[in-house]
């Protein structure tokens, strides 16, 4: 029987705080958001960053989503990278199967609000 759980988020996923995550921390972290950004060129828009990223994600070639997979998961450690707690980076340092797990999930939610 369950008495009880521990829910942790970072996020509501909000469309702002998509916005702020996925654009807005760019301010923040210039060269990974510019590395990040230019790995989808055909982005446009808004919500045009994260559509093209689960675009990929849809992808029959596994080189095409490898690639969205690493440039993700660089942004997603960057973010990341002014936490207290030293380590390995939390995203590009799991398994590949765990990565594009992750970055499919988030990629396919975020672009449909």
């Not at 301010?27 to 093209?52: C, D, K, M, N, Y």
């Not at 997603?76 to 390995?88: F, H, Q």
Request: proline share 9%; glycine share 6%.
């Amino acid at each position: 029987r369950v008495t009880e759980a521990v829910i942790s988020s970072v996020t509501t996923t909000r469309r702002s705080e998509i916005d702020w995550l996925y654009r807005g921390a760019g301010q923040i972290f210039p060269e990974a958001w510019h590395t990040f950004r230019e790995s989808v060129p055909e982005a446009t828009g808004p919500t045009g960053l994260v559509t093209a990223y689960a675009h990929r994600m849809e992808s029959p070639d596994p080189a095409v989503r490898e690639r969205a997979t690493a440039a993700w998961c660089a942004w997603e450690d960057a973010v990341l990278s002014m936490e207290a707690n030293p380590g390995p980076p939390p995203y590009s340092s799991r398994p590949d199967l765990a990565q594009q797990a992750f970055v499919r999930i988030c990629a396919h939610y975020f672009s449909h609000g």
